[in-house]
């Protein structure tokens, strides 16, 4: 399996942007489905953006929806989330994770995704 680590993460003001960055270790991340997934204080795990293993389909949670774009470099073994325009509501750990298996679609699932990072925490404030 694929080691996963994320970057990027810190303290901006809203209206703010930051870029987030997952490296994973392993001959597999170039070749299968990525995703970012949140969790605040209180809630539950939800997800935010996936791509599929060639990187020309993505998916994007409606709460991620034209302020974050996720992206990624198979040369570097790099996933990327760009995170514009954040809100307070933005504030929470993200995990990157990688699909259990090589897919076109970029699943939206947690269940669909096999190993995960140990997270990088995003706060903004108003």
């Known amino acids: 399996q694929v080691q996963l680590v994320e970057s990027g993460g810190g303290l901006v003001q809203a209206g703010g942007s930051l870029r987030l960055s997952c490296t994973a270790s392993?001959?597999?991340?170039?070749?299968?489905?990525m995703a970012w997934f949140r969790q605040a204080p209180g809630k539950e795990r939800e997800f935010v953006a996936s791509i599929n293993d060639s990187g020309g389909s993505t998916f994007y949670a409606r709460s991620a929806k034209g302020r974050f774009t996720i992206s990624r470099d198979t040369v570097k073994n790099t996933v990327y989330l760009q995170m514009n325009d954040l809100k307070p509501e933005d504030s929470a750990v993200y995990y990157c994770?990688?699909?259990?298996?090589?897919?076109?679609?970029?699943?939206?699932?947690?269940?669909?995704?096999?190993?995960w990072g140990q997270g990088t925490k995003v706060t903004v404030y108003a």
């Open positions: 392993g001959h597999t991340f170039s070749s299968i489905g």
């Open positions: 994770a990688a699909a259990r298996l090589r897919s076109g679609i970029p699943f939206a699932s947690a269940l669909e995704y096999a190993d």
